[in-house]
């Protein structure tokens, strides 16, 4: 079933990540550095009943058009299962600072109305398609809390630079470690105003040929 396994990823030549069933933990040999270097998260795997990928179309991967089909008619169920994780998880929740990673340009959309009008986020979606001057402000306008959360599908994997991210939703599945590992880093910079990452993983029951652990 999902999650169950652990693995160890190594970030850079001092900082290694563990991860375990909804359980993170940071390791590193020389504390010091890791301190300096990341923040400390904690990583929770959702159970979002009525998300189920087990029948969904597979080759050698999941089918995006497929996948993003599949998870905007379940939004009902990623919807309450965000609403109940921030309920539970973020104490103040106009705190949140927040990416989204999603399927595809329509997931995106999708995700950023739900979240703003079922969760009380101010989300807005951001895609290739967005103009460079529109993503810039955007990035500005996360900092300042214009907006709480940018759902995105690949722009912010790597290269971009925003240590004021505090939480992740990760709303799609990957199997690709170095992906994975990317998006988490989104958030792992160190912040004056952040003392931890909160990561929400909300892909539900995955198809039975997905195993991440096999691309680790």
């Given amino acids: 079933s999902q999650g169950e396994f652990m693995f160890t990823k190594n970030f850079n030549s001092k900082v290694s990540c563990t991860f375990r069933r909804e359980a993170s933990a940071l390791v590193a040999p020389d504390s010091t550095i890791a301190q300096q270097v990341l923040v400390p998260f904690r990583y929770f795997m959702l159970d979002v009943d009525g998300v189920d990928l087990r029948d969904a179309a597979w080759r050698g991967g999941y089918v995006d058009a497929d996948l993003s089909t599949r998870l905007i008619t ?13 309920a539970d998880r973020i104490a103040r929740p106009e705190t949140v600072r927040a990416l989204a990673f999603c399927v595809d340009k329509a997931h995106a959309r999708v995700v950023a109305e739900r979240l703003t009008r079922d969760a009380g986020l101010k989300a807005r979606a951001l895609t290739d398609e967005t103009p460079r ?64 990452l909160t990561v929400f993983d909300l892909t539900g029951r995955q198809h039975p040929s997905f195993r991440a652990d096999r691309n680790l």
């Fill in 133 to 196: 001057e529109d993503r810039l402000r955007a990035k500005d306008d996360l900092r300042e809390g214009v907006v709480q959360v940018l759902c995105v599908v690949d722009l912010f994997n790597e290269g971009v630079d925003i240590p004021d991210v505090n939480t992740l939703f990760l709303y799609r599945p990957t199997e690709s470690s170095t992906v994975f590992l990317q998006q988490l880093g989104r958030g792992l910079r160190r912040h004056p105003t952040k003392d931890m």
């Fill in 74 to 86: 379940a939004a009902e169920c990623w919807v309450r299962a965000t609403v109940k994780a921030l």
